[in-house]
């Protein structure tokens, strides 16, 4: 069986993180397979890691969103950061981060961020933010600044954005792309089909076209993008959207198991086995992404310094 963790940091309950799914009926959640198991988290490393969070006074994807990855990557000094506070304007079926007004950006936020980038020695960090569709230019600003930041702090870092998708904010993603991060990530999550039940305030095509603008801003960046599994998709459909985003020249595809939050949440139509995962994996490589990270308990960051060598390598064996 799965070992079952909860996030660290104290949270509300799930009716005042997610009032807009207080109305859904509820929908039972399948117990784990066997190939999904994680480990609880006890080790020296983690406990510093979380430490540096804490005295830096930030939010991590980590621990919002109730990664499953948590107890091994803060055990390497591996955290996300997410920037802009911790409720989101959207409310996508999906996800465990808080839903509501979200408060006023701090502009202290960047030099924290930057403290603990350097305090936890990261050679490759991932910045990423809950939406901010309240703001004008949905947070590209603090993006930068945050990037900008950083690089004062720790120029030897690696700097990945997984960012909102900036719908109708213009020029949002010029003014990110010109911080010049690395890696520029917006995960499209799933396939057309679903986007009005699974994320009903975004559009596939829009993001599908700001990872293109992205690329075409900064080539020698990498772009990369990631899908979830188990919400009532078809390998064909999935096998399209791959092909979507190789014309927009996106470099690096991640694809893993949607795992419900809760029973308000969207309902998991089926767990993927890991040999349907290297299935998709190959098929991706056939393709033409520089790197392809599939597998059941596969995320955006997840092992995404190691990841970013490896984009360094393919990249260069292709020149």
């Keep these: 069986m799965?070992?079952?963790?909860?996030?660290?940091?104290?949270?509300?309950p799930a009716a005042e993180r997610h009032p807009e799914k207080a109305h859904r009926p509820d929908s039972a959640i399948p117990r784990k397979p066997d190939w999904i198991r994680v480990k609880a988290p006890v080790s020296r490393e983690y406990i510093a890691t979380r430490?540096?969070?804490?005295?830096?006074?930030?939010?991590?994807?980590c621990e919002e969103a109730a990664c499953p990855n948590i107890g091994e990557c803060w055990s390497k000094r591996h955290a996300t950061m997410m920037i802009m506070g911790g409720i989101c304007t959207r409310a996508c079926a999906f996800c465990n981060v808080s839903t509501g007004l979200p408060d006023a950006l701090d502009g202290d936020e960047p030099v924290r961020v930057a403290n603990a980038v350097k305090t936890l020695g990261l050679a490759h960090v991932v910045i990423t933010s809950v939406d901010r569709d309240d703001l004008d230019d949905g947070g590209a600003g603090h993006f930068a600044r945050v990037i900008n930041a950083i690089r004062a702090a720790s120029p030897r870092t690696s700097i990945e954005v997984l960012t909102p998708d900036f719908l109708r904010k213009d020029g949002a993603v010029e003014t990110v792309m010109q911080a010049r991060p690395d890696v520029f990530n917006h995960n499209l999550e799933t396939v057309p089909r679903l986007?009005?039940?699974?994320?009903?305030?975004?559009r596939y095509f829009a993001s599908l076209r700001l990872l293109e603008r992205a690329k075409q801003l900064y080539p020698q960046g990498f772009t990369k993008s990631g899908l979830m599994v188990g919400l009532g998709e078809t390998r064909e459909e999935i096998m399209q959207v791959m092909d979507d985003l190789r014309a927009a020249n996106v470099d690096f595809l991640t694809i893993g198991q949607y795992l419900q939050p809760t029973r308000k949440h969207a309902a998991l139509d089926r767990f993927w086995t890991p040999q349907e995962f290297a299935g998709l994996e190959s098929i991706a490589r056939a393709k033409g992404f520089l790197m392809v990270s599939a597998s059941p308990l596969t995320r955006s960051s997840y092992h995404a310094d190691s990841d970013f060598a490896e984009l360094q390598k393919a990249r260069a064996s292709r020149l």
């Design 195 to 202: 986007y009005l039940k699974i994320r009903p305030g975004a």
């Design 2 to 12: 799965a070992t079952v963790i909860d996030t660290i940091s104290p949270q509300k």
């Design 51 to 61: 430490e540096v969070v804490r005295a830096n006074r930030l939010h991590t994807v």
